[in-house]
């Protein structure tokens, strides 16, 4: 179970103090939405990952450390040559490389495309736990439901312990009538043991996924049932297109590996090097005037062997753009197979509970009254009776099931359109 895995992943974080909301508890579904998303670890990773990436632009547009330095040149072997040597000086000398036209803007909108990428990031990780926790939610009423059905049965069970053991008690029953309620109570029992303790698992995973203590209250926060959304495959694809964080992500994924091949393109034209210097001398021990020299310089670096180096990383840019194209086209067909299995899903879900609801439960329903008055009279003998009664739970607790099912595939399909998730969180009061 995923929740599971969360729980043991986050349990330690639980008992950071401070954590609690206001009494312990947490008061709707929009509270505990909002404290999902300014607590979680993970967003607080992606944050810090996205800070970083507002650093870069600057930087990578800034250009290389310019390079200073001093030197001795034509200097002879004569025991003083500064003032012997008419060529000999002391120079001082600064140069900056500045790369061709355009690669420092190409360079800044590489970065801000990384920077477009990790807020996509983070609404991505925003929608994927809000979709968790809707879910749980939901498992968590389905849950709830289900104990209450079993509670329900046990009482139920109980009863007709009571009645064999009066049937029993006047030699109208048969004892093997009571150890069967008997056996029917304890199976009650043991599948109440069981989804208590699954109602823990998720109700701890809740508290750890908002980082609340362990123990804190979430059993009357009402999530909203997701609403079934109109339209038909493609509709809802081309929507998913236009809002969902994913596809967002993958255009700017593309851009950035376009301004990726114009950068390599770039890689064409010479990059070059102003230098400047300044050159002091000695006077000399004969006549004539020493002044001091000033030098400049220009430098360019020829893309002399482009065949093997500058048009193979074009190449390179250019292949690794296409599979950007790619990429966004496949995410487009794989969203499609989800969003068309999730719709088909819904469907026979809602068909199916139409049947449990309008026709199974209340024949089984029916069915149990009619046993239960045919065996005060004797017309029916207790084990139908009891069989009537379990097939009656066993319906009840697949119709919950199913309404389980249902909320999912609903929330599933919201997650697979993107910010239309958040959107029906809000509009749900």
Not at 287 to 300: E, I, Q, Y
Not at 337 to 349: G, M
Not at 402 to 408: A, G, R
């Amino acid at each position: 179970m995923r929740l599971l895995s969360i729980l043991l992943a986050l349990v330690f974080l639980s008992a950071s103090p401070g954590l609690a909301a206001e009494n312990g508890k947490i008061g709707s579904f929009k509270e505990y939405v909002s404290l999902l998303l300014e607590r979680h670890p993970d967003l607080k990773g992606l944050d810090a990952a996205l800070e970083a990436a507002n650093q870069v632009p600057d930087y990578a547009f800034s250009l290389e450390n310019p390079m200073i330095g001093i030197s001795i040149t034509n200097a002879t072997l004569n025991s003083e040559p500064f003032r012997t040597s008419p060529m000999t000086q002391k120079r001082i000398f600064a140069s900056q490389r500045f790369p061709a036209f355009g690669k420092r803007a190409l360079r800044k909108k590489v970065a801000e495309d990384d920077i477009v990428i990790a807020q996509l990031k983070i609404r991505q990780k925003q929608l994927d736990l809000l979709k968790e926790a809707w879910i749980a939610f939901a498992q968590l009423d389905y849950l709830t439901r289900v104990e209450n059905t079993v509670l329900k049965n046990v009482a139920i069970l109980k009863e007709f312990v009571q009645v064999a053991l009066a049937k029993y008690g006047v030699g109208k029953g048969l004892q093997q009538n009571v150890l069967q309620a008997q056996v029917e109570l304890t199976n009650m029992e043991t599948i109440l043991v069981e989804v208590r303790e699954k109602l823990k698992i998720v109700k701890d995973a809740l508290a750890v996924m908002a980082l609340l203590p362990i123990g804190t209250d979430v059993t009357q926060i009402n999530a909203p049932a997701p609403r079934r959304l109109p339209g038909e495959v493609d509709e809802l694809l081309a929507q998913a297109v236009s809002t969902r964080p994913l596809f967002k992500a993958l255009q700017a994924e593309i851009e950035k590996a376009r301004h990726h091949v114009e950068l390599a393109k770039r890689d064409l034209l010479p990059d070059y090097t102003i230098g400047l210097a300044y050159g002091q001398r000695d006077e000399g021990i004969g006549p004539g005037d020493r002044s001091d020299m000033v030098s400049a310089s220009l430098t360019l670096s020829i893309p002399a062997w482009q065949k093997v180096r500058q048009k193979k990383k074009i190449s390179e840019n250019i292949s690794l753009a296409d599979k950007a194209e790619q990429k966004f086209d496949s995410a487009k067909l794989a969203v499609r197979d989800r969003i068309a299995d999730l719709l088909d899903k819904e469907q026979k879900k809602v068909e199916l509970l139409v049947l449990y609801n309008q026709g199974l439960l209340l024949q089984a329903s029916q069915t149990v009254d009619s046993a239960l008055a045919s065996y005060e009279v004797d017309k029916v003998d207790f084990l139908t009776l009891v069989t009537n009664q379990i097939a009656l739970f066993n319906f009840e607790i697949k119709r919950d099931r199913l309404d389980f099912e249902l909320k999912s595939a609903r929330i599933r399909i919201l997650r697979e359109l993107g910010d239309v998730l958040e959107e029906a969180i809000n509009n749900a009061g």
